[in-house]
């Protein structure tokens, strides 16, 4: 077996995802009105506070940014990194209607898959 074989069926899944933010308020409230729920924190020398939802995905807030703004995405200079996760659903539409209901602004971008973008913030 390769080495890349070997590593790969290693791999079972995404543990979780880490968000730097500078508070974790205005993070948690928006990802609470996603169905994740509080789950520790903050805890550590970072610090970092972790939500989960149902479906097993976990995000850990890194709670040391200084600035404001998204460096990745708010800035004409293209700098190296995550830019944003992607969340799979079931029904588009009532995706939609939910995220309407909910008070969260969204745009949808035409391509393959119709994605549905969100920000938090």
């Given amino acids: 077996?390769?080495?890349?074989?070997?590593?790969?069926?290693?791999?079972?899944?995404?543990?979780?995802?880490g968000i730097r933010v500078r508070e974790l308020a205005p993070s948690r409230a928006f990802y609470e009105r996603l169905g994740f729920r509080f789950e520790w924190?903050?805890?550590?020398?970072?610090?970092v506070a972790a939500m989960r939802h149902t479906s097993g995905l976990e995000i850990n807030f890194i709670l040391n940014a200084k600035t404001e703004g998204n460096i990745l995405m708010d800035v004409p200079e293209k700098h190296?990194?995550?830019?944003?996760?992607?969340?799979?659903?079931?029904?588009?539409?009532?995706a939609e209607a939910a995220l309407k209901q909910a008070g969260i602004c969204h745009h949808r971008q035409a391509r393959i898959g119709r994605p549905l973008h969100s920000r938090s913030g």
């Fill in 41 to 47: 924190g903050p805890a550590g020398p970072e610090p």
């Fill in 80 to 94: 190296p990194g995550y830019t944003h996760i992607a969340l799979k659903i079931g029904d588009i539409a009532a």
């Fill in 1 to 17: 077996m390769s080495d890349s074989a070997n590593l790969s069926s290693r791999i079972r899944g995404l543990s979780h995802i």
